[in-house]
């Protein structure tokens, strides 16, 4: 299964600030994901990003919010901008593993706003 | 889009019980259901999974069930040990590309010895 190297691991940011998280994976892959996961909830989609395109937002996340770049098929970034206290969670990236099904998970970002 | 309900919230049982935790899907489309634990402080680790063309998976003290028809799935831990305690979260997906996960609320299991 695809390895996922992601980072920062944890960052103490400043409201108003910026942060990007980046996601290398070592093969290729067509879709990449970005996950939200509050204290004490489960994983919530925030977009689904395909190299050569703009990526797929779900209801309740918007591009000026968390930007999404996908600049060829085995990385992206993901960035959480004019950040508030209320964006502090953990954020993950995900990949699909081809016909096998199984989707690995990087080992998140813990984000703190202050 | 799809939805998964997944129950109970928390569970605690005694070390050597067993414990069962159910989701429901909503998309008919779905034919992928993997089931994760995540500890304190981690990624989310998969445990087991089952495709729609199977009903049944075990890997030793793990089982799977689904039932397509009613769309619904459950996890079973038999033999509870203490370290079986985290959080569990059933997901979602069609498996078609450019298809995500979409996950249940979690329910945390507490084992005590």
């Known amino acids: 299964s695809a390895v996922i190297s992601q980072k920062p691991s944890r960052d103490i940011c400043q409201r108003g600030t910026s942060l990007t998280i980046q996601c290398q994976v070592d093969?290729?892959?067509?879709?990449m994901f970005w996950y939200r996961q509050q204290p004490g909830q489960s994983l919530t989609l925030i977009a689904t990003?395909?190299?050569?395109?703009?990526?797929?937002?779900e209801s309740g996340f918007v591009i000026d919010k968390f930007p999404i770049s996908r600049p060829n098929l085995t990385f992206s970034t993901l960035t959480v901008s004019n950040m508030s206290p209320e964006d502090s969670s953990i954020y993950l990236c995900?990949?699909?593993?081809?016909?096998?099904?199984?989707?690995?998970f990087g080992s998140g970002t813990r984000l703190t706003v202050v | 889009g799809e939805n998964v309900e997944q129950h109970p919230s928390t569970l605690s049982v005694q070390e050597g019980d067993s414990a069962v935790i159910k989701c429901t899907y909503s998309?008919?489309?779905?034919?992928?259901f993997p089931w994760y634990k995540q500890e304190l402080g981690k990624r989310p680790q998969l445990i087991i999974d089952i495709r729609s063309n199977v009903g049944e998976k075990k890997d030793q003290r793990i089982a799977v069930t689904l039932n397509k028809t009613a769309k619904h799935f459950s996890l079973h831990i038999t033999e509870t040990q203490p370290e079986d305690s985290a959080v569990y979260f059933c997901a979602a997906s069609t498996g078609q590309a450019g298809t995500a996960l979409i996950f249940g609320k979690g329910t945390t299991l507490s084992v005590s010895s």
């Open positions: 093969s290729q892959v067509t879709m």
């Open positions: 990003a395909n190299q050569g395109s703009e990526a797929t937002y």
């Open positions: 998309d008919s489309a779905s034919n992928y």
């Open positions: 995900s990949v699909r593993g081809g016909v096998v099904y199984g989707y690995t």
